[in-house]
């Protein structure tokens, strides 16, 4: 049933609607008409599948992708080089710095060398696929909880946790085919690939200031996030759309920053013992 029956606005756009939207009006809607999409959703109650489905999906995508890119040999090899080299990178300047010995760097190059031909770093499928259902879960729900304090607590918005959920979760159907779209390309390139960033085309990295700004510079994850500024802004009903992508884009950048320079100010931090 609809809601806010007593808003004559709602009821002409619910006059205009002869049926709820389903979930599956509701995924083609976030993809060519967000705003819309939105805008209907807030006329109803909230549905558990309209954010726990995408979510779903994209854990189960984000374990496959991580198995066919481990077992498929020329992507796998490629992984190891990569990972290699930023670890010989991280291990000259850690040793540079004062931070570890040379003989250490060397004996943790070597292992790590030897664990990858042996085929060792890549046998425990089973826990990689639990960190990342973890990884996954907490990050949603930490940033719907963030989003919440934000424009519930901080802005006084009229939203429910439930629809922070869902503007958060329904995008996440964009986070799907931004993996689905790494798998076919690391496929047929046969290549590892970690996204489409500048930073990530050009193999930039993202230890270092340069490869770090251009990593911002993603495409699928700005459209996520300006999806999701516009879900919360059309289900709280008010408010300028710059305003909400600011912030939550804002957040995101902020965030990331954050973690960047802590990286850089601690840098042992980022050394996994």
């Given amino acids: 049933m609809p809601l806010k029956k007593d808003n004559p606005n709602l009821e002409a756009e619910i006059e205009k609607e002869e049926f709820e939207p389903s979930h599956s009006d509701k995924l083609v809607g976030v993809f060519i008409e967000p705003g819309k999409t939105f805008r209907l959703a807030a006329l109803y109650k909230t549905k558990i599948p ?3 489905l995408p979510l779903l999906l994209f854990v189960l995508a984000s374990v496959l992708a991580n198995f066919l890119m481990t077992t498929n040999t020329a992507i796998n090899y490629d992984r190891m080089h ?16 004062g931070y570890i010995t040379r003989d250490y760097a060397d004996k943790r190059i070597e292992n790590s060398k030897k664990s990858f031909e042996k085929g060792t770093a890549d046998k425990n499928q089973p826990l990689k696929a639990f960190f990342i259902v973890a990884q996954v879960l907490l990050s949603f729900f930490l940033a719907a909880l963030f989003y919440y304090v934000v424009f519930r607590v901080m802005m006084r918005k009229e939203l429910r946790f439930s629809q922070i959920l869902v503007a958060a979760g329904l995008p996440y159907y964009i986070n799907l085919l931004h993996k689905i779209t790494i798998v076919l390309v690391a496929i047929l390139l046969e290549k590892y690939i970690e996204g489409f960033s500048i930073s990530d085309i050009f193999s930039l990295g993202k230890n270092n200031v340069i490869g770090f700004v251009l990593s911002k510079f993603d495409p699928f994850s ?21 305003i909400y992508a600011a912030i939550i884009l804002g957040s995101w950048i902020g965030l990331s920053t954050l973690v960047f320079i802590l990286n850089s100010v601690y840098p042992l931090a980022n050394l996994v013992l």
């Fill in 50 to 52: 309209d954010w726990f």
């Fill in 82 to 97: 990569k990972s290699l080299d930023r670890l010989k990178v991280q291990m000259e300047y850690l040793v540079d710095e």
């Fill in 222 to 242: 700005i459209w996520y996030f300006f999806i999701v500024a516009t879900g919360i802004k059309k289900l709280a009903g008010e408010g300028r759309i710059i």
